[in-house]
């Protein structure tokens, strides 16, 4: 697997740019729902790790890539981060159909399991949005594995760069009932400019009461240069040779908070600080973490009734 370069138009699947991280995050999902004390219950992650077939992530998901004296790498550490950010979407979700809000859907879906493995009432509909290569590969892995959806589940195969609102229409999507949105470790990985287009097409699509969920970052907030250089050593300890900043998109981009707010969104924040707290963990005793802990973390937005 090479290091990515991004470029408009470009496609991938589940074992290199992009795509791999999808799959490092199932592998960081198949670690935490491991032994008895599972921080979360992913019973299919470990299947579709091992589907994809990367040696490093696989090892990852046994834990064999963890290194306890690397905060990064720390196994501890990694389950509790990924538990904090599982257990937040999957609470999106549950309190949304709690409140009667049937019709999901979930931007960029990778590897995600909601579909199959969360409890969802009578009638709802789970829409995925993923590339097309990307959406085949888990329908069959998972037909394989003999799992079926506990919700209608509709997957497209679409590039969200590309008119992916026409794609939900025609496969059944009703932009009159309210929708539970989740965009789910994906902004970063879209150019500012799509990023734009992406929430005006949310905002149009979404009834009164819909609700939105994505990774909160402060207005002005960057990654430093000095902690490339640390991912890319994170990488290099772990076999791999996917550069992950250069997947980002780099540039000055609307604070999400603040752009859906001038659009008509009720906007609540948890900061990773906050977010740790509400799960019993401790917040990670490291230089990035304790950095980021006011000034990043987890947004929901909540469509405004028209006055």
């Known amino acids: 697997m090479s290091e990515s370069i991004r470029y408009d138009g470009d496609t991938w699947d589940l074992a290199s740019s992009v795509g791999a991280t999808a799959t490092s995050v199932a592998a960081s999902r198949a670690l935490a729902s491991q032994g008895p004390d599972a921080l979360i219950h992913d019973p299919y992650a470990d299947a579709l ?3 994809v077939g990367v040696d490093y ?6 834990g064999e890539a963890s290194i306890e ?9 990694m389950t509790e981060q990924i538990a904090v950010r599982t257990r937040f979407f999957d609470d999106v979700f549950t309190n949304a159909a709690r409140d009667g809000i049937n019709q999901a859907v979930i931007l960029a879906s990778g590897l995600d399991t909601r579909a199959y493995r969360m409890s969802w009432p009578a009638g709802a509909v789970v829409f995925e949005l993923d590339q097309p290569q990307v959406i085949e590969f888990k329908s069959r892995v998972m037909a394989d594995q003999g799992v079926s959806p506990t919700a ?16 939900l229409r025609e496969n059944g999507f009703d932009a009159n ?11 970063i990985y879209l150019p500012p400019e799509a990023q734009d ?17 994505t990774e909160y970052m402060a207005a002005g907030m960057t990654l430093p240069d000095s902690w490339r250089e640390r991912f890319k ?19 000055e981009r609307n604070a999400v908070g603040d752009y859906l707010g001038e659009r ?24 990035m973490a304790v950095e980021f802990s006011d000034s990043a973390g987890y947004l929901t937005a909540t469509r405004a009734r028209a006055q």
Not at 234 to 243: N, Q, V
């Open 233 to 251: 050593n994170y990488s290099a300890r772990i076999g791999s040779d996917i550069d992950l900043p250069a997947l980002f998109y780099d540039g």
């Open 264 to 287: 008509g969104w009720r906007i609540n924040v948890q900061t990773t600080r906050e977010s740790y707290a509400a799960n019993g963990f401790e917040l990670p005793d490291d230089e």
């Open 57 to 62: 992530l696989i090892r990852m998901a046994n």
């Open 197 to 213: 287009r992406l929430l005006d097409s949310v905002t149009a699509l979404s009834a009164p009461d819909s609700r939105f969920a």
């Open 69 to 77: 004296d690397d905060p990064m790498l720390n196994r501890r550490r």
């Open 177 to 187: 009932q309210p929708t539970v949105w989740i965009a789910e470790g994906l902004l």
């Open 49 to 51: 790790v091992k589907a």
């Open 152 to 167: 209608e589940r509709r997957a497209i195969g679409v590039d969200l760069r590309d008119d992916w609102p026409a794609a």
